[in-house]
């Protein structure tokens, strides 16, 4: 028999209500701790967390043991698909408009070669960790919350679609949105959001009625960390199938599987082009070193920017600027601020750069915005190292910047651009020096040659609010001859 699922409406609210205009932002170290139970749950059960197989239903156990905990309400729905048991594990949170539900979800199960764990234990941990956050907060949203996390999506979508076909027409017409999250820390990622208008013109057309302001809402929160998203069709691959077929809006996010990254997307994101979003895509290698920590971190904040965002009513907000500077004018930047490099050639410098080229592009010609940036020696003269960063390390320190309160967000453009002859003593990083010293970005050399791409990155500094920060950004070329070249431009905080 058909488990058909309703939302609890004698459930009440609890008493203490977070503010609901504030977002949290998600713990990476906590999500990749979720990562690691799964991981060993996946080695103690014959290396998976399939369909139908003890790791699944392990893994199942670990996800409703912690949101019982947290004071949901947690319902375990069974179905059967070739022969083998699997669970759907649904949790309400209390309170919310019962005819008003925002579910959020993603599946659990892995495919029988591998642990699975970007595949997507990914978005299950990040799912989940925004769950318990909505605990620890003790969120009151207007919506009623559902969280979900389904079994056999391998299999072609068993579980999900056996969700919704179980639910009754009220049940279904009670939920409002459906977010789903499903590969969100591919190891050479992109920032895909589900294409909810059509917007770039492709594929499958727009989701059903709605689905534009799910999308309009994740991409509020990329655009204020400064991540450059681009549309992903409805193409029935994952869980959102069942919600759209039924006229369910429906948007989320997914960085990429076995899709090859182009030129282009590596210009926009960084990575490797010609390389698969992620390499072990439906294979053994499926492992917690299969997760890039940067992609999971934004996703999983993203995750409960628009949990935040939708389950409360609260309009996306764009974030205000505290500082910004695209180096077209001098603004107090010093070079070398505490006497200490050692660099002979190619120190920093704020100018119009020159184009080099060695096996490549090197120094790019080409800034993010307008004519100058800062650049690790601007000139290009008659060969590619005639003035690219030589002989030690190089810095630049920007001016005291007095942050405000609240939750603060640090974006910049950059490149590292090297010859095979370089290696992994070769850097370009950031640092945030206020009443403590955090490193907050680094890209390190490597013994191949890479070319140079225009990147962004992004980094919280919500631990440094109320203070007077510095910038310090520090290029090094310390493996001997080596041809680097760095970049850094469009430095902005925003809260």
């Known amino acids: 028999m058909a488990v058909i699922l309703a939302i609890p409406l004698a459930l009440t609210a609890p008493t203490t209500a977070a503010s609901a205009a504030v977002p949290p932002d998600i713990s990476l170290t906590a999500v990749k701790a979720h990562l690691t139970q799964l991981q060993s749950i996946a080695t103690a059960n014959g290396g998976n967390r399939a369909h139908g197989?003890?790791?699944?239903?392990?893994?199942?156990?670990?996800?409703?043991?912690?949101?019982?905990?947290?004071?949901?309400?947690?319902?375990?729905?069974?179905?059967?698909?070739?022969?083998?048991?699997?669970?759907?594990?649904?949790?309400?949170?209390?309170?919310?408009?019962?005819?008003?539900?925002?579910?959020?979800?993603?599946?659990?199960?892995?495919?029988?070669?591998?642990?699975?764990?970007?595949?997507?234990?990914?978005?299950?941990?990040?799912?989940?960790?925004?769950?318990?956050?909505?605990?620890?907060?003790?969120?009151?949203?207007t919506k009623h919350l559902r969280f979900a996390w389904w079994g056999a999506e391998e299999l072609g979508l068993r579980g999900s679609q056996y969700y919704v076909n179980n639910l009754p027409a009220a049940e279904r017409a009670r939920i409002k949105g459906y977010l789903?999250?499903?590969?969100?820390?591919?190891?050479?990622?992109?920032?895909?959001?589900?294409?909810?208008?059509?917007?770039?013109?492709?594929?499958?057309?727009?989701?059903?009625?709605?689905?534009?302001?799910?999308?309009?809402?994740?991409?509020?929160?990329?655009?204020?960390?400064?991540?450059?998203?681009?549309?992903?069709?409805?193409?029935?691959?994952?869980?959102?199938?069942?919600?759209?077929?039924?006229?369910?809006?429906?948007g989320g996010t997914f960085t990429g599987a076995e899709g090859i990254k182009s030129s282009a997307q590596a210009t926009l994101w960084g990575g490797t082009a010609g390389q698969a979003f992620d390499p072990c895509y439906?294979?053994?290698?499926?492992?917690?070193?299969?997760?890039?920590?940067?992609?999971?971190?934004?996703?999983?904040?993203?995750?409960?920017?628009?949990?935040?965002?939708?389950?409360?009513?609260?309009?996306?907000?764009?974030?205000?600027?505290?500082?910004?500077?695209?180096?077209?004018?001098a603004t107090g930047w010093t070079v070398n601020p505490g006497g200490t490099d050692t660099a002979t050639l190619g120190a920093w410098e704020r100018g119009d750069p020159a184009a080099t080229t060695s096996s490549g592009a090197k120094q790019l010609g080409t800034t993010v915005s307008g004519t100058n940036d800062l650049v690790t020696g601007r000139l290009a003269g008659t060969a590619a190292g005639d003035y690219d960063l030589d002989g030690g390390t190089t810095s630049v320190r920007s001016p005291a910047i007095t942050l405000p309160t609240g939750t603060l967000n640090l974006s910049f453009s950059w490149y590292l651009a090297h010859g095979s002859n370089a290696s992994s003593a070769d850097f370009l990083r950031v640092r945030v020096v206020g009443s403590t010293t955090t490193q907050v970005f680094q890209q390190l050399g490597a013994a191949s040659n890479r070319n140079g791409a225009w990147a962004t990155a992004t980094a919280n500094l919500s631990a440094f609010a109320g203070q007077s920060v510095r910038?310090?950004?520090?290029a090094g070329d310390a493996s001997g001859a080596s041809l680097v070249e760095a970049g850094i431009d469009d430095v902005k905080i925003t809260r």
């Open 180 to 250: 789903n999250f499903d590969m969100v820390g591919s190891s050479n990622p992109g920032y895909f959001l589900y294409d909810g208008d059509n917007s770039d013109g492709t594929g499958s057309g727009p989701g059903p009625a709605g689905s534009a302001q799910l999308e309009a809402t994740l991409q509020s929160y990329f655009s204020s960390i400064g991540v450059p998203t681009r549309g992903t069709d409805f193409d029935g691959r994952s869980d959102y199938g069942p919600f759209i077929s039924v006229g369910i809006p429906a």
């Open 282 to 329: 439906h294979r053994a290698c499926d492992t917690t070193s299969n997760v890039n920590d940067t992609a999971l971190n934004r996703n999983a904040d993203a995750i409960a920017y628009s949990v935040w965002t939708i389950a409360t009513g609260t309009p996306p907000t764009q974030p205000t600027t505290v500082y910004s500077d695209t180096f077209e004018t």
């Open 471 to 474: 910038i310090l950004i520090e």
């Open 53 to 141: 197989r003890p790791g699944y239903l392990a893994s199942v156990n670990y996800v409703r043991g912690l949101l019982d905990g947290a004071g949901f309400t947690t319902t375990l729905q069974p179905f059967t698909y070739s022969g083998a048991t699997g669970y759907n594990l649904i949790a309400d949170w209390p309170g919310g408009d019962p005819n008003d539900v925002l579910m959020v979800g993603g599946h659990l199960d892995s495919v029988t070669v591998g642990p699975g764990i970007n595949d997507n234990g990914s978005g299950s941990a990040a799912i989940l960790e925004t769950a318990l956050e909505v605990s620890r907060q003790a969120l009151a949203p």
